[in-house]
């Protein structure tokens, strides 16, 4: 049996929350091991659970999701990061990509988007939301 990926997600609606652990919860493939209501919840939990994967919402309350990938990166570089937003600007996700973040997903793509952009994370390969894409410039773009 293959390892499951171990995700972390953090989202200040929790309407979107359910919605997402729902989705994860439905793909035996993932395991979720937590979730977070904001940046600096989600920085703490990814540094005690160190999971495969941290799903971070790009603007949460205490501290936005670049900044929390960033904190994450440097307490647990194992720990992969993707930004979920509703931000759909490319310069949005080539800033990111720029910051160590390996994937940005818009929110509008998640249904489309997203479980191929963990894999592609946790392979650790750059992904970013095909809306955007053709307007991004950096790394390579899995899809």
Do not use: W
Not at 117 to 126: E, L, M
């Amino acid at each position: 049996m293959t390892k499951k990926i171990r995700i972390l997600f953090a989202d200040d609606n929790k309407a979107f929350r359910d919605g997402l652990k729902r989705l994860l919860e439905a793909q035996p493939q993932y395991q979720v091991v937590g979730e977070a209501i904001d940046g600096e919840e989600a920085v703490a939990k990814a540094i005690s659970l160190l999971p495969d994967v941290a799903i971070l919402d790009y603007s949460m309350p205490k501290l936005d999701g670049l900044s929390a990938a960033y904190k994450i990166r440097q307490a647990a570089p194992s720990v992969e990061t993707l930004l979920l937003t509703q931000h759909d600007a490319p310069y949005t996700a080539q800033r990111a990509i720029d910051a160590g973040v390996r994937g940005f997903v818009v929110k509008s793509d998640a249904s489309r988007d997203l479980l191929p952009a963990i894999d592609a994370v946790r392979q650790q390969k750059t992904f970013v939301s095909s809306t955007i894409a053709c307007g991004f410039s950096g790394g390579s773009i899995s899809k």
